[in-house]
């Protein structure tokens, strides 16, 4: 099997899905001419022409609008965004439109729609460009919400994303894009709604999904070391979320870390611990601990920045203290 | 009801034609003053905002349009609803939150929903419905048609981001789109020009190389034929227009709003008032002889019934079933 970047296998699920449906454009600020902010649509004008990957006027609100509009009468739009912290202006598109219309129009407007774009911070970029959203847009019934941690199910879930005929967010992330793995050549799609088990083990259940998978497994590899043995659950989607795949694997290791990018308050994580009080009350051998950023605006200095991420040492800090070792 | 016929001239009207405007303009004034009666006994609740004065901008835009075109707009919705073609029976039994209604009785007053008709909806988010339609015409242009979408708004909006968002790329990307402002002067109780730093608003459109935009009197059906038929010949060629609507609201801003309210005089509205859209047409057809007195009260006997036949069916109709709760809210895909 090929290995490629996160970001080719992107690529390739947006040249392969316009290739199969022409119904199905690409639109976003520096898309086209560009090849994207982050290079995820290179190659795609020449292919497609200036009609099926648009380039926008710095307008978030307006062509995430567009896109709903030309989806209500029958296009598959995929709308780019730069990051997802400009998407904050697109918001009511997404959740007073996108995922409004079905319901409201008593069925009659299904709006087939992508919005995709990196989440969450990269290095050193400070508190505007630094949000994990997760947890605010997973909030709307309305909307499917994936979070790909790997090339291949960043492949497989966009793909599955584009043919689905409701809004899915896809939230990819900027220190992703240059991570590397096994994507097959022939076509596959990844389910949502669908959890993987990225790592079995049998000491204490990792939930988690998006780009905190790659710590989650590095916390494993750790611990392996020490003799724990890690499961590492990668929800994938966090709208609709399996919850039998978390109920699964709590109830074979009995004990939990929920591990996030974003903000504690009514995050991802405090629906995952809900989740698991309820289906697991009496499997617990303690209680689940959170890991999560600092509940602060993200900063820029080098070092208090560190302090606000969740990490591999907070990950690992976190399986000890459910383990009751240290 | 939309024409199957391609636009014809506004000018050659024949009878049957400037009857039908009547109609249809007297229809939606009977059927608003059945849902404030409606919703004075508790039938419809929520917040609903009636049409009432405003009749000549709908019926004379939508009288012009295509079967294929599309149509949408507001909350204050039950105007274009019905100038449309949806009928009474499926706008009353969704204001009554009926299963019968249009949008079986999951968007109620703000929301009313017909793919049958192309009418994509009232929106309730002031400005956000404007891309959408930006969309519209992007798709139409995607797939190489000549339909366009008359895009209704009140005057409030063009104060919003989204607006300008959407007419920038609308002009940029030559959408066939024909953005209807109506202006009724007032956004809830603040006077226009307590709120937009332009008097004539159909000059917005200056920002936007290439938009044609004019503006017309909004209690005249035949000069918004008109003018509507200059938009649409622009449109259909990819080129947007921005067409302001002057009109006047003769009822408060929604149910909970006194009819004069504190923002208004008496004397204004009874200014307005005698210029109402559907007197003024009835006197021009009863001088030309396009209409008699004796065909005139038969038109009214037959809304009267129309319109009380809709309250009786929305009446009659079932609340959604209880499982309907969780229905649409996605379409259930294989992917
Ligand atoms: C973004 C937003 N802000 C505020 C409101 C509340 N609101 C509903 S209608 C309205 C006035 C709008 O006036 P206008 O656009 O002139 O339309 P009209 O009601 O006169 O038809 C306001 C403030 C809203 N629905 N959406
Ligand atoms: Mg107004």
């Known amino acids: 099997m090929a290995v490629i970047t996160y970001r080719e296998a992107l690529n390739q699920a947006l040249r392969e899905e316009m290739a199969r449906d022409d119904r199905v454009f690409l639109m976003g600020e520096e898309v086209a001419q560009y090849n994207g902010a982050y290079k995820v649509s290179k190659g795609l004008l020449d292919e497609f022409g200036e009609m099926r990957v648009v380039d926008t006027p710095i307008t978030e609100l307006g062509f995430a609008g567009v896109g709903v509009g030309a989806a209500m009468v029958g296009l598959r739009p995929v709308i780019e965004f730069m990051t997802w912290n400009f998407a904050v202006l697109a918001l009511d598109q997404v959740v007073n439109s996108a995922a409004k219309m079905l319901y409201m129009s008593g069925g009659q407007y299904p709006v087939p729609i992508v919005f995709r774009g990196p989440n969450g911070a990269a290095l050193q970029l400070s508190a505007q460009h630094s949000q994990a959203f997760e947890s605010w847009l997973a909030h709307i019934p309305g909307l499917k919400v994936v979070t790909p941690g790997t090339p291949y199910d960043a492949k497989g879930l966009l793909k599955a994303a584009i043919r689905d005929d409701n809004p899915v967010i896809v939230l990819e992330g900027e220190m992703l894009y240059n991570t590397k793995g096994e994507v097959p050549e022939d076509d596959y799609i990844v389910p949502i709604g669908k959890a993987d088990l990225k790592r079995e083990g049998d000491h204490c259940s990792i939930i988690t999904s998006g780009k905190m998978v790659l710590v989650a497994m590095n916390a494993a590899d750790q611990l392996a070391k020490e003799g724990i043995r890690v499961d590492v659950v990668d929800l994938r989607t966090v709208r609709p979320m399996d919850v039998e795949a978390i109920t699964a694997s709590v109830r074979k290791t009995n004990r939990a870390v929920v591990l996030e990018e974003g903000w504690e308050i009514a995050g991802i994580g405090a629906q995952v611990v809900d989740y698991i009080q309820r289906e697991c009350f009496d499997d617990l051998d303690a209680p689940v601990v959170r890991v999560h950023q600092a509940d602060v605006p993200m900063p820029y200095a080098k070092g208090l920045e560190r302090a606000a991420k969740p990490d591999l040492a907070k990950t690992i800090a976190a399986v000890k203290k459910v383990m009751y070792v240290d | ?335």
Request: overall charge negative; charged content about 25%.
């Open chain 2, 1 to 335: 009801m939309a024409s199957k016929k391609k636009s014809e001239s506004p000018q050659t009207a024949d009878s049957e034609t400037l009857k039908s405007l009547l109609h249809s303009m007297l229809l939606q004034r009977r059927f608003e003053e059945k849902v404030g009666e409606a919703y004075a006994l508790g039938k419809i609740g929520g917040f609903c905002h009636l049409y009432i004065g405003q009749e000549a901008v709908s019926t004379g835009t939508l009288s012009m349009l295509r079967e294929d075109d599309y149509v949408i707009t507001t909350y204050r919705d039950h105007g274009q609803a019905i100038a449309r073609g949806m009928t009474p029976r499926s706008v009353m039994a969704e204001l009554f939150g009926r299963i019968d209604g249009c949008s079986r009785g999951k968007g109620g007053s703000m929301h009313l929903f017909d793919r049958n008709l192309n009418f994509l909806g009232g929106h309730g988010i002031v400005g956000g419905h404007v891309p959408l339609a930006a969309g519209v015409g992007f798709a139409i242009k995607y797939r190489g048609g000549d339909q366009v979408i008359i895009c209704f708004m009140g005057e409030s909006v063009v104060n919003t981001g989204a607006f300008h968002e959407a007419l920038n790329m609308a002009a940029l990307w030559k959408l066939p789109c024909v953005f209807v402002i109506e202006n009724n002067k007032y956004g809830m109780g603040t006077a226009v020009e307590r709120a937009a730093a332009i008097k004539d608003l159909s000059t917005r459109a200056a920002s936007y190389d290439g938009m044609y935009a004019e503006h017309v009197d909004g209690q005249d059906v035949m000069a918004v034929r008109d003018a509507t038929s200059r938009a649409l010949t622009h449109a259909r060629k990819g080129q947007p227009v921005l067409l302001e609507v002057r009109t006047y609201r003769y009822m408060g801003h929604s149910m909970s709003d006194a009819v004069s309210g504190t923002y208004r005089t008496k004397a204004e509205l009874d200014e307005y008032l005698k210029r109402d859209p559907i007197n003024l047409f009835r006197a021009k057809l009863l001088e030309s002889g396009d209409l008699s007195e004796e065909q005139f009260a038969a038109m009214e006997q037959e809304i009267k019934a129309i319109v009380q036949d809709s309250w009786d069916f929305a009446d009659a109709s079932p609340e959604p079933p209880a499982e309907s709760l969780y229905e649409d809210v996605l379409v259930t895909t294989e992917s």
